[in-house]
């Protein structure tokens, strides 16, 4: 397998990809590690994944340098990633024993009742490459503090960064057949499916997580899906600083090229307001440096995938066929490298693809509303419910707004974030299950009811 530089088109390395009999070992050895692994005591696993932690920190310039080579993230991107997940690490490593230890239910003469979380098993990870760090902490950390063994698999894209963390978390203590890394594309992904996890957890597309679901689903076990999202976010009038609201939406969207699952995917805006937020947010748009990642100050870098290329000019095809108006970038950026300029889409309908598909791309369409009642109209018109936002100076206002979205998330004031203490879950085609908070820590237990009695 070759792994390409995406600013570059180089070829960084080539790497052998796994086979059904590497696979196959590697699956048996986490079948064994993994019960001496749920012995050890939960206060040495949380010890563990403290010192791994703390390997970051110590390995930030290496582990951002490689992660920029093989996605294509500005390199100041990169670091933010890597400490980000260093801050999930310390909640979830924090509240490990608040959430994992025994529950006492009830205690009536000599009858205790209580629930004990016990580990899966072995879970498979197949995870995402736009932020390798942050969605494999959402999983292999609280997977391995519950005592579960891991077959990672990270995305073809990411294949260096996961090679680094398994490194990492080896050195850090975890014994060497509990964490295991499945190098390869979708044909090592199917012979994952075909062996008898004991759960599934895949970040990543809605058509791969629904074959995915499908596929695994006779085996009766737990199957979690983070998947994509067509976000929106609503201006209304009252906002007090359209500019500070323009400047941090136009983030919101375009932050690592906008291929983050929870990027900003569409923007409804009062018409009292919209003239001066568009002004306002193109300013912000062209203000941004946009070339090679490793260059100080660079905003836009290249796109990860070079097939993503084509799709975003599908898109703005279609959006000019339907009365859409490019107030800025629309087209690839030819020469070396997957580039692509941020791209502005005004008077934009739902007929557009662009409103209506994931673009996970540097490209946005926003749209003019009377009032709120358009907005939540058609903020709600979508298949997927991963996050929903709104800017207002009145908060009641905004809940009324978003206790009206199905999403598994709601921002005021604010987007594009996640939170370790709050729990990270789609609806609908946004996928089902949760990591992060205590809900995260507990996806990866089964539960045992215990009454006794004397």
Known sequence: MKIVNPATEEIIREIQEDSLESVNQKFKCLQVAQVDWQIITLAKRIEILRTFSDLFEGNIEALASILTSEVGKPLQQSRNEINGARARIKWLTDNAAKY???????????????ISYEPLGVICNISAWNYPYLVGVNVFVPALLAG????????????????????LLKEAGIPNNVFHVAIGARPVGELLLELPFNGYFFTGSYKTGKYIYEKVASKMVPCQLELGGKDPLY?????????????????????????SCCAVERIYVHEKVYDQYISEFIKEVKSWKIGNPTEAGVYIGPLSRK??????????????????KILVGGKRIHGTGYYFEPTVITNANHQMNVMREESFG??????????????????????YGLTAAVYSSSQSRAENILGQINSGTGYWNCCDRVSAALPWSGRNHSGFGATLSHAGLRAFTKTKAYHMRG
């Open 307 to 324: 097939d993503q290329v084509a799709f975003l000019e599908e898109q703005i095809r279609d959006a000019i066929q339907k009365s859409g």
């Open 362 to 383: 540097p490209i946005i369409g926003i749209m003019k509303v009377k009032s709120d009642d358009e907005a939540s109209e058609l903020m709600r018109d979508t298949e």
């Open 100 to 114: 994992l230890a025994d529950e006492l239910m009830n205690q009536e003469g000599n009858l205790t009742e209580r």
């Open 235 to 259: 201006v209304a009038d009252d906002v007090a600083d359209v500019k500070a609201v323009a400047a941090g939406t136009a983030d919101g969207a375009f932050y690592n090229n906008g291929q």
């Open 148 to 167: 579960n063994a891991v077959m990672y698999k990270p995305s073809e894209y990411s294949t260096l960064t996961g090679l680094e963390i398994e490194k």
